[in-house]
RNA sequence: GGCGCUAUCGUCUAACGGUUAGGACAGAGCCCUCUCAAGGCUUAAAUACGAGUUCGAUUCUCGUUAGCGCUACCA
């Protein structure tokens, strides 16, 4: 029985790091046949945002990514509450009367506790928080009757930590409301979590998480820790310091195909082992073991002028060349305030020149402005030839494309035989052309170009071009 | 500071204790070619450092160094 869950925090957006997490829990979930659990672990109410709840959504909707059973923990507060008492009734825990110490207190080297508060007879205890006095629940970790705590990481292995280095740390605020240990706990062991699959910062943590565990009287689930995405500084991604670039969603708009970029996060701490880096969601929740899982943090590759990992960018490349026509069509509809139909067929064109889907805007330009933006007319000038040249290409240009069949071949034919009569290499003929109905040197090639552009449009964009050839002359 | 985790090309990674340390991206060069791409071929590039165990160490042990994490009434 597999039961995983992803719980982020609602205090930001859905960043790489969280999406991966939610990807490697759900891989494995579907791997086994298991359950997936999507729990919002909104127990700090003063960072809550909306915002940020809907970009999770947003995120894991775009990534195509779902999840069987959800769970709100600030509805759940009931249940959290009703445990951390019973840990507190069963001697594991005590309150802890100790005002909250200003930013200038002095717990400076490693206390452990607030000395006296663990000592308090359980009448003084009920007594003074029946007064009202204000008190947080804090574990009574059993510095006395255990060396330390232990438990095996999936992926880290065997991990002990002495009782001596853990805190007595907080199940209760002094508001009432449960801190995150003790409301995941609670409700990872009410949900009845199998495997808790998350990031490595959780690591040392989880010794007081088997605390609660055992506290509860439950068998703590299985824990697999993920290593650490962080950015090319050595800092962990966030957005303060990167910027936009850490959002899943700046993935989307930029013009990732959703599965490039789920590809792309899992070979960041997994790998498959055997040289495949190209995997399709079948195929990665088929081989997708936690056996693969490595330990070491892993930098995500991006600069201020390229903010995108560069073989993110490749996968995603790869996969639109790849993917058929019509599909590829439908990903760019959103970019572009054109029709299907006319995306369909400007699709061939662009298909192995764009590496995000959102570059048909640059790359296919001239097909979607009636204007050509301005140009040099010297750029019309072709390689090893004069202006003469040029205008003599475009005039056999517009003559032959007035009448010649508008499609790959007839268009072919037809300017190769021209380029032969005047004499000049097909490049020196087409050149010219390019320049005239694409307004630039680099272009998609020509005859499929003109025959996407038609005839009307290609013609009288070469008598413009001969046009300003003709005044700078 | 204390505790913990980690360390292979620039980046992501592979390698039962025995390999010329492999692959991919990015880079460089060549080819193909109507430009740009795409594609093909070639190339450069790594075991953090020091001990130990062993016939033999990227791999095991210890130390050093570095990075990261935790050390909150944040999650």
């Not at 990992?309 to 996969?319: G, I």
Request: overall charge negative.
């Amino acid at each position: 029985m597999f039961r995983v869950r992803f719980a982020p925090s609602p205090t930001g957006y859905l960043h790489i790091g969280s999406a991966r997490t939610f990807i490697f829990n759900w891989l494995y979930a579907r791997h086994n046949g298991g359950t997936m659990i999507l729990r919002i672990d909104d127990t700090d109410v003063e960072r809550n945002t909306q915002a940020s709840l809907d970009s999770i959504f947003e995120g894991l909707k775009w990534l195509d990514l779902n999840w069987d059973e959800f769970y709100r923990q600030s509805e759940r507060g009931d249940l959290h509450r009703k445990l951390a008492n019973e840990i507190l009734a069963k001697g594991h825990a005590y309150r802890d009367f100790t005002p909250a110490v200003t930013t200038e207190g002095e717990h400076s080297g490693g206390w452990l506790f607030n000395p006296g508060m663990r000592e308090l007879s359980t009448e003084e205890s009920e007594r003074r928080a029946a007064a009202g006095e204000p008190f947080v629940v804090r574990y009574r970790v059993p510095r006395e009757s255990r060396e330390s705590v232990s438990f095996t990481d999936l992926v880290y292995g065997p991990q002990t930590k002495a009782t001596a280095d853990i805190e007595d740390f907080a199940l209760l605020r002094s508001s009432g409301v449960p801190t995150y240990h003790m409301a995941s706990c609670a409700d990872d062991a009410d949900l009845r979590i199998s495997h808790i699959i998350r990031g490595q910062d959780h690591l040392t943590n989880t010794f007081k998480h088997q605390l609660i565990f055992e506290a509860l009287g439950v068998e703590a689930p299985n824990f697999a820790h993920l290593p650490l995405l962080i950015a090319p500084d050595g800092a962990k991604l966030s957005k303060r310091k990167h910027g936009p670039v850490v959002s899943v969603t700046t993935y989307r708009d930029a013009g990732f195909l959703p599965h490039a970029f789920v590809n792309f996060v899992c070979l960041l701490g997994w790998s498959p082992k055997d040289d495949r880096e190209k995997l399709t969601r079948q195929e990665l929740t088929d081989i997708f073991t936690l056996e693969g899982v490595n330990r070491s943090n892993a930098t995500i590759n991006f600069t201020d002028a390229d903010p995108f990992d560069p073989k993110a960018v490749w996968l995603n490349a790869e996969m639109i060349r790849t993917m058929p026509l019509d599909e590829l069509a439908a990903q760019l509809l959103p970019f572009v305030a054109v029709e299907l139909p006319r995306i369909r067929q400007i699709a061939p064109l662009i298909q192995e020149r764009i590496k995000l889907l959102s570059e048909i805007k640059t790359v296919a330009d001239f097909i979607f402005h009636d204007a050509l933006a301005p140009y040099d007319a010297a750029e019309l000038i072709p390689q090893k030839g004069d202006a003469a040249m040029a205008a003599s290409a475009l005039a056999s240009a517009e003559e032959i494309l007035a009448t010649a069949t508008f499609n790959h071949d007839g268009l072919d034919k037809a300017l190769r035989a021209g380029a032969e009569l005047l004499k000049v290499k097909a490049g020196q003929m087409f050149q010219p052309i390019r320049v005239a109905v694409c307004g630039r040197k680099n272009a998609p090639p020509l005859f499929e170009t003109l025959e996407v552009l038609g005839r009307e449009v290609c013609l009288s964009r070469i008598a413009a071009a001969r046009r300003l050839l003709k005044e700078s002359a």
